[in-house]
């Protein structure tokens, strides 16, 4: 159950009008509005990305993740179903699950020794009958309807998705056949987890999803990828929308970039420039992957699932929030069955660009930190989110937009009913 009336959620949260070009910053600092978002997003009618079904190849495998910030344990059952299981004892309210992965026959938590089978039914509690006649539960405790509540799980390219509501449309549905499309090109063969990253920042979760889905900062703020030529606004490319704009493609594609030099020179983004020189040239060095010449795709799924292709630097990521003004990020470093030596090397080279670190992405990591600081006691102030219009359409010819921002405003105005 929600705990504020809706009424009194829209007088806190105090919209400007009936768009979503403007943003109050105290939707990114105030603790009861994040509250709300637990409920009304994370644990409403949507499909959250939860990990890879790979994961957990064998029964009893499991991994420990979140669902906003409620954590939850991806399990192989015996009938070699994957279930997403709350971690929590029903008893006391203990984690059940402690370590981030591991293999069980089933689980138990260690405070009082109750014990769940793989679908996170209760089988057994510790001394349930007392000790010589005495203590132990009462005669009509019941161990039925007593669980692990098991969310509503679904899959699509081997990626795991879990929903707290059971009437949420079906995944495929909620995906729409422009993101799948993208999802088949990128993840649909065999996929191989190369590595994975863990980075925490000290910004707002909405932060940074608009990060991801802000097109036209890329070429401005990473200096790394404009100096070297590896994501310009100057090249063919566009924003793909789903319905009503909640999930994003943000794309460009390999072709001759007519007044590409004329458009970025005199503005001092060369790494020339700056005295700078590719060192290691092998870092970018890529091979045509893809036949239709995608270059870059960065795919958002409402709420806080990316999937990115940055040449042939494959990944996926999930932002989980941690309070109104924290939050983790999660990366899957992928490759593929087929690849040959070189290709999964070339792959390892450029996940050097992605990452806590990364010579693209380290910048993503900081700038949400800094705007947190800077609004904090602005909650009033607006946000301008303008750029290529106030609309919510696809633009198939520029990457100079904010369109898929407002894309995700309005995902979260219609889920907050605000």
Known sequence: MCAM????????????????????????????????????????????????ASEVPKTGDYVTRYVGDTPVVMVRSDDKSINVLVNKCCHRGNLVCTKTRGNAKHLTC????????????????A???????????????SMEGRGMPCLKVDTYNDLVFASFDNSVEELSSYLGDEMRSNLDRVVGRKMKIIGMHHQYMPNNWKLYMENVRDSYHASLLHMFQA??????????????????GWHHISYSIDKSESGA???????????????FEMADPSLIKKWQEFNCGTTLAIQSVYPNFVCQQIY???????CVPKGPENCELIWWVLGTAADTDEERGIRVTQSNMIGPAGLISMEDGVVGGWVQRATVRD?????????????VEPSKNSRATEVSIRGFWNGWRTLMNV
């Open 312 to 318: 042939n630097s494959l990944a996926l990521r999930l």
């Open 261 to 275: 030099e004329d458009a970025y020179k005199g503005k001092n983004l060369h790494a020339m420039d700056h005295g």
């Open 127 to 141: 001394f349930r009958r007392g000790i010589g006649g005495r203590g132990g539960m009462p005669k009509d405790f």
């Open 379 to 391: 909650g009033s102030s607006l946000t301008v989110l303008e750029m290529g219009g106030r609309n």
């Open 227 to 244: 100096a070297f030529g590896i994501n310009r606004l100057t090249m063919d490319g566009g924003i793909k929308l789903s319905s009503e």
């Open 5 to 52: 009336t809706t009424e009194n959620l829209k007088q806190r949260v105090d919209w400007p009008g009936q768009g979503v070009h403007q943003v109050p910053y105290r939707i990114y600092t105030d603790p009861e509005i994040y509250a709300e978002e637990q409920q009304r997003i994370f644990r409403g009618k949507i499909w959250n990305f939860v990990g890879l």
């Open 110 to 125: 260690v405070y009082h020794n109750w014990i769940y089978d793989l679908k996170g039914k209760l089988t057994s509690v």
